[in-house]
């Protein structure tokens, strides 16, 4: 536990911030400084009593108290950056004889932007790289040692840090990697107590990445060697998470390829027993792992199916793949893995990630890669744009140089706000990314292209919110993506062509070409109002999809199921014998889809409706269209007692409007927040 006792102990302040402006941004538990916390109050018991901080508001009371800090540490992310900057800043002016420590990944690795980076924050008194325990640990008893005397540690030179001295940048020597097995668990110590009914919660069991892909943090050398926590730890963290977290909350593991190793089975064996035990986690957010597919459907398959199987494909262009080191799974394989996991769970959630605009990407590459993940049955397509990671290898300016990157800045969605200070000018910020916009083979018009078709795919692909209707297309051998591409044409000369031309203006408004352009425009006035209401800075995907949702499901189930009837009706009579009633059937399963979907988030909304055939149970595919057969039946369509509750929560936690709304449909698969059917005997 922390030591909160002794009077005379030093106080350490570590903040993980999260904007909370609009909503909260980040809302997970705050694990890496819970990590750091728990290893540093072990290493040195009886000197430092140290602190957590998530919100801002938090961390203001504390400043009121009056009682200086000896460290005050600072994560840095890219949906934080700058939070922390302001507020280390202040808490410089305030405590000058505080040590401002900053850690994270979204920082550079070129030794002159690290300089300018020092000479622009400098009271930023140093920066650990790599990873932050042991070195957090070092400069706390450093401090300790020289009595706060920043300089005398400065010339100490930690491991695993940079920093400014006497104009020049110093860099401490690299630690060899931690052994998890030291790092006790920040749940069990209690670190976490205050947050949970707030944040979600998550756990690592395995830190590192064996693969080398250029865009990604984990891809560096540094994090070649996996290292593992305790499995008896984890356990018992995971227990200790079950007994206090809200059942409706869902469960997050770090680990960049969970399923892929004989360890993950353990741990999905003690989450079965939760289950059993507790009746969660229902829902758990994984990344797959890259390959050893039969494993990893026994990981799932041991989890009951409440993984989300995560085929984070990147591009499946062999020339992209090739540019950014990344290794994917066959997609025969993928297939196979999704299909025995709907075998499990046939509400499992199912995704696969795609990044537009990676080298040598194109609009060709970038379509064929949709089309390869939709043939392979995958419900959500996490459609991104590129981003360039500071300190990833395709970050670093010769490869900018080499493909002929053009890159803009935007604000990242839900980070910016306005926040009071004790005492002080308010801080008004916001997070920038840096996104690639065209490069040699991407023009930025071939870009704009294919977001609006990426658009497509998240309003009417993703979340399997047709997947009966594409069912009946494949039973008649219609391409899914070739519909897509069909809808998409008829959407854009219907009243839903104002979707698609705000979605365009808005990709071309949201990008600047500076972040201090960005920071100048927020503060102008109304500005960051216009940010709160959902005006500017949404994650423009899904704002639209919800708009299109919310304004348009109509028109876009009777779209979706005239096209449907057209491409059918095409066929010749030998496929109209595979199902005489086709026509009949569509009918009725248009009714039954628009009671699923329409206003989707009313719990009060109750349906009950008499059918022809046996649609309830096609819908719940426990049988292929192949079965379905004449029968009548009763059908009541309405929401389960545990969806109104994970539906309450959420409006509780980030309100009911389109903001609200658009962070539950990012968070959760769709099919969790549908209606369900019950036939009525």
Not at 368 to 390: G, T, W
């Amino acid at each position: 536990m922390l030591n909160n006792e002794n009077k005379t102990a030093k106080q350490v302040w570590l903040c993980d911030l999260a904007h909370t402006y609009q909503t909260i941004s980040m809302n997970k538990m705050p694990l890496g400084i819970g990590l750091i916390a728990a290893y540093c109050q072990k290493q040195i018991p009886d000197s430092i009593n140290i602190q957590l901080f998530k919100f801002l508001d938090e961390l203001t009371l504390e400043v009121e108290k009056g009682q200086a800090p000896l460290i005050v540490g600072f994560t840095n992310y890219v949906w934080n950056t700058n939070l922390s900057l302001e507020a280390a800043k202040r808490l410089k002016a305030k405590y000058p004889e505080a040590l401002i420590v900053f850690g994270g990944p979204n920082f550079t690795a070129d030794d002159d932007e690290r300089l300018n980076f020092f000479k622009k924050y400098p009271w930023v008194d140093f920066y650990v790289t790599l990873e932050g325990e042991k070195a957090f640990c070092n400069i706390i008893k450093l401090m300790l040692k020289f009595s706060g005397d920043i300089k005398k540690v400065k010339d100490a030179a930690p491991a695993n840090t940079v920093f400014l001295q006497n104009h020049e940048l110093i860099k401490g020597e690299v630690l060899e990697r931690i052994d998890l097995a030291e790092v006790p668990s920040p749940y069990l110590e209690g670190l976490f107590d205050k947050y949970f009914g707030k944040l979600m919660p998550m756990v690592q069991s395995v830190r590192g990445c064996p693969f080398r892909c250029a865009y990604c943090y984990d891809g560096l050398d540094y994090w070649c060697k996996l290292k593992r926590r305790d499995p008896a730890l984890l356990k018992q963290e995971m227990e200790y998470i079950a007994e206090r977290c809200l059942k409706t909350d869902h469960f997050y593991i770090t680990d960049a390829n969970f399923g892929m190793y004989e360890e993950d089975l353990e741990i999905c064996r003690a989450i079965a027993e939760l289950q059993d035990k507790y009746g969660w986690p229902w829902y758990i957010s994984i990344n797959t792992g890259k390959y050893n597919k039969d494993r990893i459907f026994e990981a799932i398959k041991i989890a009951r199916g409440t993984m989300a199987v995560s085929a984070a494909l990147q591009s499946t262009d062999p020339v992209v793949l090739d540019n950014v080191k990344r290794i994917n799974q066959p997609l025969k394989d993928i297939v196979e893995l999704v299909n025995d996991t709907k075998k499990i769970n046939s509400s499992a959630g199912t995704s696969s990630h795609l990044i537009l605009g990676l080298p040598g990407d194109t609009v060709r590459a970038h379509l064929k890669s949709i089309k390869d993940v939709i043939d392979s049955e995958i419900d959500v397509i996490v459609l991104f744009q590129f981003m360039l990671l500071p300190g990833t290898q395709l970050a670093a300016k010769a490869e900018r140089e080499k493909y002929q990157m053009t890159t803009k800045y935007r604000v990242l969605s839900y980070c910016f706000g306005r926040y009071a200070w004790p005492s002080g000018e308010d801080i008004v910020t916001s997070e920038v990314e840096m996104i690639c916009v065209s490069t040699d083979t991407l023009s930025f018009a071939d870009y704009l292209d294919c977001r609006r078709f990426d658009l497509t795919v998240a309003i009417f692909y993703n979340d399997a919110l047709l997947a009966d209707l594409y069912r009946t297309l494949k039973f008649f051998n219609i391409s899914v993506f070739d519909f897509l591409l069909d809808i998409q044409v008829l959407a854009l000369k219907s009243d839903m062509k104002i979707i698609y031309d705000e979605f365009k203006r808005e990709t071309e408004a949201e990008l600047f070409a500076s972040p201090e352009q960005i920071l100048e425009f927020i503060k102008q006035p109304g500005v960051l109002e216009k940010y709160k209401a959902g005006a500017y800075g949404a994650n423009l995907i899904f704002k639209y999809k919800t708009l299109a949702y919310t304004e348009f499901m109509d028109y876009m189930i009777k779209a979706a199921y005239e096209r449907t009837t057209e491409l059918i009706g095409r066929k010749d009579k030998t496929a109209m014998d595979k199902f005489p009633d086709i026509f009949e059937f569509l009918k009725e399963l248009q009714k039954f889809h628009s009671s699923l979907l329409t206003d989707f988030l009313n719990t009060g909304k109750i349906f009950e409706f008499d059918f022809n055939f046996n649609i309830a149970e096609f819908h719940a595919k426990t049988l292929p269209l192949s079965q379905v057969k004449s029968a009548k039946q009763t059908v009541k369509i309405e929401h389960s007692a545990e969806q109104k509750d994970i539906i309450a929560k959420s409006i509780s936690r980030h309100g009911a409007g389109l903001v609200g709304t658009s962070k539950l449909i990012s968070q959760l698969p769709l099919t969790m927040l549908l209606r369900k059917a019950s036939v009525k005997l």
